[in-house]
């Protein structure tokens, strides 16, 4: 039974999230995103809707991992294998999937497991892929992601880290990719995640209810109308919905192009600096956002604004803190790094060149 | 049984090369791996890396670091500048034919018999454990698959086979399950891997390198786990804007093309493996001069470290250093950079002995920091200023609790203080674990069966609920009834009736109820900004254990939940900051609210075991009903007693003084709890507290 789902476009507000969503939708390399916020603001229905935005991905029609048939450092052995003897990998294009991933799953179903009965009965051993096999290449959706038990989290660590899920357990030892984009959601009042994987989330948004009156208005009449007619609403958003599917795959197109110039480089590198955050994982982010950004508006040059709207989806959740300190940031030195970036570092690089910009800075 | 074994033929043999086949095909993808020399930075990390390539004998690093800082892409590039060596071809365990004391059995039995072994070269790999990895894999298992086929019984080797002189690579190692570390440890101690289990009894060599990366914010590694890698490292983020660009400019080449990002650096890593090679063939001429022999005893002497690995570990990695320079003599300063990667983990230290308690050298075996700082002084520049800037702050830690105590506290109208939280007081001190091994013989932490399939075999059952399958078990039975089955392409034919279940067992996280007195009383002498100190020492404590916490405070005429059953320790903090004082003390229904909570999280979860804590003076002066308050307290105190799941602990916050009630103390005793002063109210202790109060519960159950 296929689910109706609520149109992307027809989402009220929530800007950020559906920013968060569509630049990963755009650049799976943005390793996810993880939406905090309380309950009922459209987390779930965000996450579900953009499913039917996903593009298409070029896979090997038989695989199971649905591998990529033009890399082969991704790919799973089965089809390294057919590839070094010589054989033609089929392929097809599929849509890229959205994985489920429910807070009860037990270990054996996410990293995968023999099936012991048929195994013992027939002396066969097949290994049964788990969740991490299906989500490869795809989007890995934990809802409620902080009620998530402690050891899948550290399975789930172990395989994000590296894209491929090792299985030793129960007689099995097995090896696939799993290269998948981790989109979580949380309400914090209910516990916050583990330092180690909020920092495997690309980017991170808090959200809150609207307070505008009018737009609460039309979030409920546009629910109500998705509750009894799912059609006529999917119908009267196609259009946009039609819209953002093409932005996106333009804007996948033209990824590949989009330069970076070093004086963005180090102004990505300062805010980093600046912010205090946690190892180097904040700066490829962050310059990955703002390249998928500039891709988004049809740039090919990232440009200072395509990094001021990159900041706060990569370093919400960065920021060093203490511990029992609630996640925040401190927006006032932010905006002193971006506004105020005299670029007077001594450093002893090759690619100096004295970087100053006068560019007008009006809001962050 | 004995039916059973002439059903099984029992034959041990080695695991040949269709198993050693079956793995190859399907584990290893050969995964595009950034190189070596391409990582910026992390000069001290690469450098231990680069030693133990060159020497093998140098027992492994452990990395440990804030997330994102290239550790575990580091170690994995360092797989390609391994070196080669020989072994016995077709052997699982990669026999050394010229170390005959390591030789596996199958490998004996066939030198003894006068045959020839062919050998061939192999790059030293590195073995992935994965920390869901559970323990059959980890050791070795009964291979079913044969015993059903063949009705052979035969031993399917594991990482531990798979590992012998080889590289066994943990990332998260401190998340690992504490009986796969167990196992670890016990292999790597003997260098053996001795199986008994599931009806297999086997050994064969396991020596192993261990390398792995943790981060210390999830908690830290068992000091004997940590002592059993050769060196350690910390790591944390490059500060430097020009390299930080260059490190995002290099991630982003390989990431958009990794095969030509791997060409154009091929050649770095060649003159790299080169000159490892070189050092290598130079190393067993790199000579020690007895002068500077007597220095590393004297380093590790000063280091307070535990037995010699740390001498043998740092001559090794002196002469490695030297012959990493080109050099055949070692010189004081290999020695002194050996001893930074060397001594990093196997430091001792301890808190300066407060001066009121003068058994605590007794307790704590362990030296203060001075020596540790004067070897420092000797060795490094750095590493002195650092430890000059760490001294003042620890001495100075008692100064400023007065302080900030004195500070912070905000005086609210209705006669309510809000008081600041206290230092907590030796936080590191609790998240070393040191102590925890020594009482390990009676176990760490409660262990409860589990449900999930992580965690210990113990035994099987019949009930199926979990199809968590047991082998042995099943086969055992299944092999009553062989002879009146079919048997269709099988040896052994089993039907559902046969099949037995694993029962599993795990440690878990506790479920701590901090009850809080907040009475007026409780502001006197800054009482409560001390205790705040001592509640968040424990909730950071939790934190890493991954405990459950709660907490209630009682003040006026109510107790109140304020923070229900949460892992949320940030909740926790902010409540505690929050947390007003005044009022009188209502202490029996501040125990009846504990009561209610406990009961409620038992009925959720009867595995898990509220620990109350109590922190109070005892002085109840407000009763629910109409008894006296002091009566109705014990009562209620009675039937918290009765419920033998709860286990209590009282913190007498009254001052020592001329007129002492010791109401606390009677209600410990009520309670049956373990009850500490204020003054013992060191977090220090009072975490010991809480650890021994778990450990003899441990004990009582397995009694």
Same mark, same amino acid.
Request: glycine share 6%; net charge negative.
């Given at each position: ?364 | ?527 409560? &900004?001390?205790? !705040? @100190? ?13 405990? %459950? =916490? $709660?907490? #209630? ?62 922190? &109070?003076?005892? !002085? @109840? ?13 014990? %009562? =209620? $105190?009675? #039937? ?64």
């Amino acid at each position: 039974m296929k689910r109706k789902t609520y149109p992307f476009a027809a989402i009220v507000g929530q800007e950020e999230m559906k920013r968060g969503l569509l630049l990963n939708a755009i650049n799976p390399k943005l390793s996810g995103i993880l939406i905090r916020g309380e309950k009922g603001t459209a987390k779930s229905t965000a996450v579900r809707a953009l499913a039917e935005l996903l593009p298409e991905i070029e896979v090997v029609a038989d695989c199971f991992y649905g591998c990529d048939p033009d890399d082969i450092t991704t790919m799973c052995l089965n089809c390294r294998e057919r590839l070094a003897k010589g054989e033609k990998l089929p392929r097809t294009r599929r849509k890229m999937r959205v994985v489920d991933l429910p807070v009860s799953a037990t270990e054996d179903r996410v990293v995968g497991t023999l099936d012991l009965e048929q195994a013992i009965k027939k002396g066969e051993k097949r290994f049964e892929p788990g969740v991490l096999a299906q989500a490869n290449r795809g989007i890995l959706y934990v809802d409620e992601v902080n009620l998530l038990d402690d050891h899948i989290v550290d399975v789930l660590l172990d395989s994000a880290a590296m894209g491929v899920n090792t299985v030793e357990r129960e007689g099995v030892s097995f090896t696939h990719p799993a290269n998948f984009i981790l989109v979580g959601t949380m309400n914090p009042e209910e516990g916050e995640l583990r330092p180690q994987l909020l920092d495997r989330f690309g980017f991170s948004v808090n959200i809150s209810g609207i307070l505008d009156p009018e737009l609460r208005v039309e979030v409920v009449k546009r629910r109500a109308l998705f509750e009894e007619d799912p059609e006529s609403l999917a119908a009267l958003w196609e259009t946009e919905q039609d819209k953002l599917r093409q932005q996106i795959s333009a804007a996948k197109a033209l990824l590949p192009k989009v330069q970076i110039s070093d004086e963005m480089l180090f102004l990505i590198a300062s805010i980093a600096i600046e912010m205090e955050v946690d190892g180097h994982r904040a700066d490829l982010i962050m310059m990955k956002a703002a390249k998928t950004v500039a891709a988004f508006n049809g740039k090919e040059e990232v440009t200072e604004e395509d990094i001021r709207q990159s900041v706060d989806l990569t370093l919400l959740h960065r920021m060093r803190r203490k511990p029992f300190q609630d996640l925040s940031m401190d927006r006032k030195k932010l905006q002193e790094v971006l506004g105020g970036q005299q670029h007077s570092h001594s450093h002893t690089h090759t690619h100096t060149d004295v970087h100053s910009h006068t560019h007008a800075h009006a809001h962050l | 049984m004995r039916q059973a074994a002439t059903f099984l033929r029992v034959q041990e043999t080695m695991a040949q090369n269709e198993v050693a086949d079956w793995g190859a095909k399907m584990g290893g993808i050969r995964r595009a791996v950034y190189p070596f020399s391409a990582i910026i930075g992390q000069e001290k990390m690469k450098k231990g890396l680069i030693l133990n390539a060159i020497n093998l004998r140098l027992g492994g690093i452990l990395i440990r670091g804030e997330k994102g800082t290239a550790k575990s892409t580091a170690v994995r590039a360092l797989a390609t500048l391994l070196p080669e060596i020989e072994g016995v071809k077709g052997c699982p365990y990669y026999c050394d034919l010229k170390n005959s004391a390591q030789l596996c059995d199958s490998c004996r039995i066939r030198l003894e018999a006068g045959e020839k072994l062919a050998t061939i070269s192999q790059r030293v790999s590195v073995i992935d454990l994965p920390i869901s990895a559970t323990e059959d894999r980890v050791v070795g298992n009964l291979d079913f698959e044969h015993a059903i086929k063949y009705g052979i019984r035969r031993f399917e080797p594991g990482i531990l086979a798979k590992a012998n002189r080889r590289i066994i690579y943990v990332d998260e190692v401190n998340l690992l399950d504490d009986h796969i570390v167990d196992v670890l440890l016990d292999a790597a101690a003997t260098g053996l891997n001795v199986v008994e289990r599931e009806s297999i009894s086997y050994i064969h060599p396991a020596e192993f390198i261990l390398v792995g990366t943790m981060n210390p914010e999830e908690g830290d590694l068992r000091p004997q786990l940590m002592d059993r890698f050769g060196l350690c490292v910390e790591v944390e983020g490059v500060k430097d804007p020009g390299q930080r660009v260059e490190i995002v400019k290099r991630r982003e080449a390989f990431d958009a093309d990794p095969l030509g990002f791997i060409n154009q650096w091929a050649g770095e890593e060649q003159v790299l493996r080169d000159r490892i090679t070189a050092a290598r063939q130079l190393l067993p001429r790199v000579y020690v001069s007895p002068e500077l022999l007597a220095l590393i005893a004297k380093l590790s002497l000063e280091a307070f470290v535990a037995g010699h690995r740390a001498d043998i570990i740092m001559e090794a990695g002196a002469r490695t250093i030297a012959s990493w320079h080109g050099r055949t003599e070692v010189v004081e300063e290999d020695i002194y950079e050996a001893a930074d990667l060397v001594l990093f983990h196997r430091v001792r230290q301890a808190p300066p002995p407060p001066p009121e308690e003068p058994e605590s050298p007794e307790e704590e075996p362990e030296k203060t920091e001075t020596p540790e700082e004067e070897e420092k002084e000797d060795s490094k520049e750095e590493s002195q200023a650092e430890s000059e800037s760490e001294q003042p702050s620890s001495a100075q830690a008692g100064s400023e609790l007065e302080e900030q105590e004195g500070g912070k506290d905000e005086q609210s109208e209705n006669g309510e203080t809000v008081f600041a939280v206290g230092q907590p007081f030796q936080v590191k001190r609790i998240t070393h674990n040191r102590d925890r091994i020594l009482r390990k013989g009676s176990g760490r932490r409660s262990r409860t069966n589990t449900a999930s399939k992580v965690g210990r075999y113990i035994r099987s059952t019949m009930q199926r609920k979990n199809n968590d399958l047991a082998f042995d078990a099943t086969l055992r039975v299944a092999a009553l009834y062989q002879i009146y089955r079919k048997h269709e392409k099988v040896a052994i034919t089993i039907e559902t009736s046969d099949i037995r279940e694993k029962v599993r067992e795990k440690r878990i996280g506790n479920f701590l109820l901090f009850v809080v007195d907040a009475s007026g009383s409780m502001g006197a002498q800054q009482r409560m &900004s001390a205790t !705040k @100190g001592a509640i968040l020492s424990l909730l950071l404590d939790a934190y890493q254990k991954r405990d %459950r =916490i $709660g907490m #209630i405070a009682f003040k006026g005429n109510t107790a109140e939940l304020l923070l229900p059953p949460t892992n949320s320790v940030e909740m926790a903090h902010k409540l505690l900051e929050e947390l007003p004082t005044g009022g009188k003390t209502p202490l029996s229904a501040g125990l009846a609210k504990a009561y209610e909570v406990a009961k409620a999280q038992l009925l959720k979860d009867p595995n898990v075991s509220p620990l109350l804590i109590i922190i &109070s003076d005892g !002085k @109840g002066n407000v009763s629910i009903g109409s008894e006296k308050p002091a009566k109705e307290a014990r %009562r =209620i $105190g009675e #039937i918290i007693m009765e419920e033998a799941r709860i286990k209590s602990i009282v913190i007498d916050v009254e001052k020592e003084g001329l007129l002492t009630f010791g109401l606390a103390r009677e209600l410990a005793n009520t309670l049956e709890a373990e009850y500490y002063k204020i003054d013992e109210l060191k977090a220090d202790t009072l975490v010991q507290a809480v650890r021994r109060n778990r450990d003899d519960r441990v004990s009582g159950l397995l009694a």
